[in-house]
Structure formats: C-alpha cells, structure tokens
C-alpha cells in the first residue's frame, strides 16, 4: 500500500506544481500563493471535519510547524518555476528534498531489502539526470534565469521541503487530516506574512477564471497529495515513502514536455526511464 500511496503522492505533487508553476508566470508568486492556500485550508478543514477522529495537540502542532516550513518551500519553488525551466527548478528540488528525511529513517533504523534499496537508489540517480538540463524551453524568453539561478531555487525548496516531509510525517502519526489541515494553515499564515512584509497584493491583478482554476486547483491538489504521503509514512517505511513521493517532479517534467513544449535531452529521458525501473524493483 505504501507504494500506491507513495507514487500518488508523486503524481499529485507534480500535477499541482505544474498547475501553481504556470499561474506564477500570470501573476505574482504571493499572489498564487494566497489564492491556492486559501483553496487549500477551505478543502482540508471540509474534509477534516467530515472525517471520524480528533485533533491532537501535538499533531497540529506538528502539523503547524510543516506548514510554515512548506509554505516558505513553495514561495522560492514557484519563484524559481516562475522565472527558470521548470524542468531544472523542479528535479533538483525534489532530489535534495529527499536527502533530510531518508537520513532520518536510516537513521532510526529502517533496513528494507536490497531490491528496495536498489531500486530507491535508481530513483535517485534518475532525479539527477532529469535535473541535468540547460535551458530546455522551446521557444527562449527574456528575463528567464538561467541554469545557475534555477538550480540555486531547486536547492533552497528542497531543503524546506525535506523538513517538511519529516514534520508532516511527525504529524501524521496522530492522525491524517487535521495535521494535514493544521499545515495548509501554517502555510497560508506565512504567504500572507510574506505578502503584508512586502506589501504585495493578495490577489492576481486582472485575473482571468483560468489563472484563479489554476491557483486554486493547484491547492486542492496538493492537499489530496499531502493525504496520500502521510498515509503512506503510516502504511509503510517512511524513507520509501519519502523516494517515491520525491518522484513528483517526473510529472512536472512530462507536463511541461506536453504543455509547454519544453524539450527533454537524453539524459532527462534517461532518467525517467530509471524512475520506471526503480519503481519496478521496490515494488517487486
């Protein structure tokens, strides 16, 4: 079940990233950010209060801190979709968002076998050769950054991201929704910190419906994601779940191929060519 559950995380996390990536370059990140947040605590409080079980103090708690932690993780993430290819920003960022959480489940002493260990490191290495690209987009546009600057963003997110793996699963151990619920809060309360810091406007100026879908989808999204990941830490080991979930920007990457036309090298193919495998031998 922690595979099922892990790999969904992976497509929902990138289909929302693509979703919030593209309406960043409407509107501004804070902008976005209030818009899918606020969508976001609306479905998962809705969901939390429809679901049978209590609130822990602890599990809010926890679930508080992940989204402040996160929130600030997607400020820099949709400022580096927004203004780099989406296929650096996004492969980088989840490569280094799984280094923190994996070292903790080593570190409390999580040994699965060597199919899994083999096919998590493929994992692994594939994210590294999706990230390995120049500037992919196929038609070149100014004030892009460049690969230096994008990859910079893929770090910063992915270390806030790596925390926030390990708080949300601390979350989770006491229940799946109002942690869930508890972190959208978090992360709503620091895009509107943020926004009141740098006197930026809460909603997209001439926002049509499609960048508001947009936005607000991306939130929604990434709730049902979050359902799915912590679901998994509690079904599963925690570091297979952290792999397989860090998969997301696989998604991001494709979407971006289909959609925006961005070109994917040989190595990016390669790599998710990999991905496929190592799924494959950690569900095997």
Do not use: K
Not at 80 to 109: H, R
Not at 162 to 181: C, D, K, M, T
Not at 207 to 222: E, K
Not at 235 to 260: E, H, K, N
């Amino acid at each position: 079940m922690v595979i099922l559950l892990g790999l969904a995380a992976a497509v929902l996390y990138g289909s929302g990233d693509f979703l919030g990536g593209m309406a960043t370059r409407r509107a501004h990140v804070l902008a976005v950010l209030t818009v899918a947040e606020t969508a976001a605590v609306i479905a998962a409080l809705t969901v939390a209060a429809m679901w049978p079980g209590q609130a822990s103090l602890a599990g809010l708690a926890w679930g508080i801190g992940a989204g402040l932690t996160g929130g600030l993780g997607l400020i820099i993430f949709y400022i580096g979709l927004a203004t780099g290819p989406m296929s650096v920003v996004a492969p980088v960022s989840g490569l280094v968002s799984t280094f923190l959480p994996v070292a903790v489940a080593l570190a409390e002493g999580e040994r699965p076998g060597a199919g899994v260990y083999a096919g998590a490191l493929l994992c692994l290495v594939a994210i590294v050769l999706a990230s390995s690209a120049g500037d992919t987009s196929a038609v070149p546009r100014p004030g892009r950054a460049g690969p230096g600057r994008a990859v910079g963003y893929g770090i910063a997110s992915g270390v806030s991201f790596g925390l926030f793996f390990l708080l949300i699963r601390n979350a989770g151990q006491s229940g799946e929704l109002w942690p869930v619920a508890a972190g959208r809060i978090g992360e709503l309360a620091i895009v509107l910190i943020a926004a009141a810091v740098m006197r930026r406007s809460l909603l997209p100026r001439g926002a049509g419906g499609r960048l508001l879908l947009a936005a607000a989808g991306a939130g929604v999204i990434d709730v049902v994601a979050n359902i799915c990941y912590v679901a998994a830490t509690r079904t599963g080991m925690f570091g297979l779940a952290v792999v397989l979930a860090s998969l997301y920007p696989g998604v991001t990457v494709l979407l971006a191929r289909v959609v925006l036309g961005e070109r994917l090298r040989w190595v990016q193919r390669a790599g998710l060519g990999l991905a496929a495998i190592g799924i494959l031998l950690v569900a095997a």
